[in-house]
């Protein structure tokens, strides 16, 4: 496709359940990164890969989350035993390199709900 | 620390008047600042960016946006305004410390009415 996908776009999770997110970047892009976005906020950062290396997990919130891109291309963002405190969108981003002056384009979000 | 401050939660103008969409930053160093539009169960689409160069920059949609040192500032522009430009209007600086994270503010709604 020609963008950024993810998938599902709706997830509703009862409290204590694993829940994973998936991120299809557009082709070639060799940067991605993951943002959580709360309602009425701006995008968080969460975490960044270059390839299948996970070069910044500083925004990660807990260790309850987790993301990997073992191929270097579609990742998975995991976050075990979800609390309501989870609940917002889940955005994914790719680039086409690291370099600064390169925009992001984003995914339509995944939107989290946690009972 | 990088951040962008966007006072206005919310921008109301009438379809046909221009409009501006207020951003301020605060960064070490020179500015990487990003504008993006989210409309309602869409991801962000980004509209222009400011590296260098020329201070008045051209974006997607009509929009432009003009960099200003001395004030700090990346106010967002559009000469007249349309219905369908109504949305979420994200500023955004680049994290220069880690080349890859991107840090956005708090987003204003613009609201245009027929």
């Known amino acids: 496709g020609a963008g950024v996908s993810q998938s599902p776009r709706y997830k509703v999770a009862k409290r204590g359940q694993d829940v994973a997110l998936r991120c299809d970047p557009i082709?070639?892009?060799?940067?991605l990164f993951w943002y959580q976005q709360a309602l009425g906020q701006g995008p968080e950062f969460l975490t960044y890969?270059?390839?299948?290396?996970?070069?910044?997990k500083s925004g990660l919130p807990s260790d309850r989350f987790f993301a990997e891109r073992p191929e270097g291309s579609v990742s998975t963002l995991k976050i075990q035993r979800t609390q309501q405190e989870d609940s917002a969108v889940y955005l994914c981003?790719?680039?086409?390199?690291?370099?600064?002056?390169?925009?992001?384009?984003f995914g339509p979000g995944t939107r989290l709900t946690v009972l | 620390a990088q951040s962008v401050a966007q006072p206005e939660d919310q921008v109301n103008v009438a379809e046909g008047n221009p409009l501006t969409v207020k951003c301020t930053y605060s960064v070490s160093g020179n500015p990487y600042l990003f504008w993006y539009v989210q409309y309602p169960n869409r991801g962000l689409q980004f509209l222009l960016k400011y590296i260098t160069g020329d201070n008045l920059v051209k974006g997607s949609y009509g929009f432009e946006a003009e960099f200003n040192k001395s004030q700090t500032s990346f106010h967002l522009k559009k000469p007249s305004a349309l219905v369908s430009d109504s949305a979420l209007y994200f500023c955004?600086?680049?994290?220069?410390?880690?080349?890859?994270?991107?840090?956005f503010g708090s987003g204003t709604r613009l609201s245009i009415r027929p």
């Open positions: 082709s070639g892009h060799v940067s």
């Open positions: 890969f270059q390839n299948e290396a996970q070069l910044d």
């Open positions: 981003a790719s680039s086409l390199d690291a370099g600064a002056n390169n925009e992001q384009f």
């Open positions: 955004a600086v680049r994290d220069m410390r880690s080349a890859s994270k991107i840090i």
